[in-house]
C-alpha cells in the first residue's frame, strides 16, 4: 500500500452519497442554488446560515428533489411554531407539502411535524428527512437528542438547517455531525480537542473542550466536507446587494430597586448564581414597569422577553392588549398567538426566549425589550427574530436591567464580541479550505513543503477574491 492511500483510509473526510439534482426552481437566489446542489449531490449534509437566508425554501426545495429520486415523501422536523410558517412557505412556493402531528399523511410529499410529534413516524416510510431549526438537538434533553439521532441515521438522506451555530459550540457541531453519519460526538472530541475544566465567571467548574493547535487546520477540512456556514451572500463570493441589514439599536435602561439588600445602603453587583437569582427576583417589579413603559403606548408590534413565569404575568397585566404565551399552554394555543402576533391580531406578545427565539419569523416587529441572562444563545435568536433579512425598520433592542446585573451584562457582552471574532474566523477558515478543494482539481499540483502547508489555515481569504472561484468551489461536488 502507498503512504497516500494509507493516509486517505485515515482521513475522516467522506465522500458524495446524493445524487444530481433534478429541480432548481428560479425563485431560489444564486447563492441558494448553489448550496441546493451541493447539499443534494452531498447526500447528508448541513447548512448553517445566518436568520432571513432563506433556509426554508431551501430545504424544501431539497426536500422535493428527494421526493422525486427515490419516490418516497420527506419528513420536515421543526421547533413548535415554526411547522406552520413553513407550511406557508411550501403553500406560497408551491411546493407540495401538509402537516401531520400523529404520524399520518395522504400523498408522497414533504411531511412537516415537530419535534415532540417524531416518535410517532417511522422512519422506513421515507426517503429522507430534514431537520429544521437543528440546534433543537444540543437543547433537548439526552432522550429526545438520541431519538432525533436515531432516526435520522436510518435514512440515506439527511440535512440539517440551522441559523448560524455559535462558533465555539462544538456540541451543535458534533450533534449534528454524529446525526448525518459522520464522527459522533465524543470521536471529534477524541480526535481534534483536548478535554479539561475550568471556572467560570461565578467559580462554577465547567468541562472545556480546547481544539489541538496541530488539528485545527484538518477539523475544519472535515467540517467543510459536510456542512457549510455563511452569514451573508458574499462570504460564498455572492452579491450582498438584496441582503443588507437595517441598523441595530441597543439600548439599556436600568432600573433602581425600591428595596435594598438586607445590610446593604446601596445596590451591589450579584456575584454568585444565587445572588443574581435574588436580584431578578427582588427587581422584579421595577424591571416589568419599565419594560411596560417601553411598548405599552408605541402603537407599534413588540416582542417582550422575559425568562420567569411571574415575570411574564406581571408584563401582561402592565402592558394593556398585550398576550402571554407560557409553558402551561398547550402547542395549539402556543402555535395559534405565535401565528396572531405574525398576522397583526397580537400587537404585544409576552414570552420566554426558550419558546420562541427559534426560527420564528417576526420581522414585522421591529421593537424588543430583553432582561438580560448569562445566555447568549437565546439573546442572540430572540433579537434575530426581528433582526434579520427582509427587515425593512431599524430594530431597536431596549435591555432592562438593574444596577445589581451589570456582571450579567458585562459576561453577555464578552460572549457577543467572541461570537463575533470566532465567526469570522470560521467563515474564513471555510473559505480557505474551499479554495484548497478547488486548486485540488488541478492536474499537476505543485505540492507546499511541509512547514508552510501546516500554516495554511490561518491564512483568511482576501476581500479582492475572485467570486467566481469562490462560487465555482461551493458548487464542486468532490470532497475536500
Known amino acids: 500500500m502507498k503512504y497516500s492511500e494509507f493516509l486517505a483510509r485515515k482521513s475522516q473526510v467522506i465522500g458524495m452519497s446524493g445524487f444530481e439534482p433534478l429541480w432548481m ?19 447528508r449534509a448541513a447548512l448553517f446560515e445566518g436568520c432571513g437566508l432563506g433556509k426554508t425554501p431551501q430545504s424544501l426545495v431539497w426536500g422535493e428533489n428527494v421526493i422525486r429520486h427515490t419516490n418516497k415523501p420527506v419528513l420536515l422536523i421543526a421547533p413548535l411554531g415554526v411547522t406552520a410558517q413553513t407550511l406557508q ?5 408551491g411546493i407540495d407539502a401538509e402537516r401531520s402531528k400523529d404520524g399520518t399523511w395522504k400523498q408522497k410529499r414533504i411531511v412537516i411535524t415537530n419535534y415532540e410529534s417524531l416518535s410517532k413516524f417511522n422512519w422506513t416510510e421515507f426517503g429522507g428527512a430534514i431537520c429544521d431549526e437543528s440546534q433543537a438537538t444540543k437543547n ?21 438547517c440551522s441559523a448560524t451555530p455559535a462558533p465555539n459550540d462544538y456540541v451543535e457541531l458534533g450533534n449534528s455531525s454524529e446525526a448525518l453519519g459522520e464522527l459522533g460526538f465524543q470521536d471529534m472530541i477524541t480526535r481534534f ?5 475550568s471556572k467560570d465567571h461565578l467559580g462554577w467548574g465547567r468541562t472545556t473542550y480546547r481544539m489541538m493547535a496541530h488539528a485545527e487546520h484538518d477539523f475544519w477540512r472535515w467540517v467543510c466536507s459536510w456542512a457549510r456556514a455563511c452569514r451573508k451572500p458574499s462570504d460564498l463570493g455572492f452579491d450582498d446587494a438584496e441582503y443588507i441589514l ?14 435594598k439588600k438586607p445590610g446593604c445602603l446601596f445596590d451591589m453587583p450579584a456575584d454568585t448564581l444565587e445572588e443574581q437569582r435574588e436580584e431578578r427576583r427582588r427587581t422584579m417589579p421595577e424591571r416589568c414597569e419599565a419594560a411596560a413603559a417601553l411598548v405599552a403606548d408605541t402603537g407599534k408590534p413588540a416582542l417582550v422577553w422575559c425568562h420567569l413565569n411571574p415575570e411574564g404575568d406581571l408584563l401582561t397585566r402592565l402592558i394593556p392588549g398585550a398576550v402571554q404565551v407560557s409553558g402551561k399552554d398547550s402547542d395549539d394555543a402556543k402555535e395559534e398567538a405565535f401565528l396572531a402576533f405574525c398576522s397583526g391580531q397580537i400587537q404585544k406578545l409576552v414570552t420566554k426566549p426558550s419558546l420562541g427565539a427559534l426560527g420564528l419569523n417576526f420581522q414585522h416587529c421591529a421593537h424588543q425589550t430583553f432582561f438580560p441572562s448569562h445566555s447568549f444563545e437565546l439573546f442572540y435568536q430572540g433579537v434575530r427574530r426581528s433582526w434579520r433579512f427582509g427587515q425593512m425598520k431599524d430594530v431597536v433592542i431596549d435591555i432592562v436591567t438593574s444596577e445589581g446585573e451589570s456582571k450579567v451584562l458585562a ?12 465567526m469570522e474566523r470560521l467563515v474564513a477558515l471555510m473559505n480557505d479550505h474551499l479554495d484548497v478543494k478547488r486548486n485540488d482539481n488541478f492536474p499537476n499540483p ?3 513543503p511541509s512547514w508552510l502547508s501546516g500554516s495554511i489555515s490561518s491564512v ?3 476581500p479582492n477574491g475572485s467570486a467566481k472561484r469562490k462560487k465555482a468551489a461551493v458548487q464542486d461536488a468532490a470532497a475536500v
Request: hydrophobic share 40%; net charge positive; no cysteine.
Open 25 to 43: 426552481p428560479s425563485f431560489l437566489k444564486p447563492f441558494q442554488s448553489s448550496l441546493v446542489e451541493w447539499s443534494i449531490r452531498k447526500g
Open 89 to 93: 412557505e411550501a403553500n406560497k412556493f
Open 140 to 160: 433537548a434533553d439526552a432522550k429526545r437528542t438520541a431519538e432525533i439521532t436515531e432516526f435520522m441515521r436510518q435514512l440515506p438522506f439527511r440535512l440539517f
Open 193 to 197: 480537542f483536548k478535554k479539561g475544566t
Open 246 to 259: 437595517p441598523k441595530l439599536i441597543m439600548k439599556q435602561t436600568t432600573v433602581s430597586a425600591r428595596t
Open 411 to 422: 459576561n453577555l457582552q464578552r460572549k457577543n464580541d467572541q461570537a463575533e471574532i470566532m
Open 446 to 448: 505543485t505540492e507546499a
Open 460 to 462: 483568511s481569504v482576501k
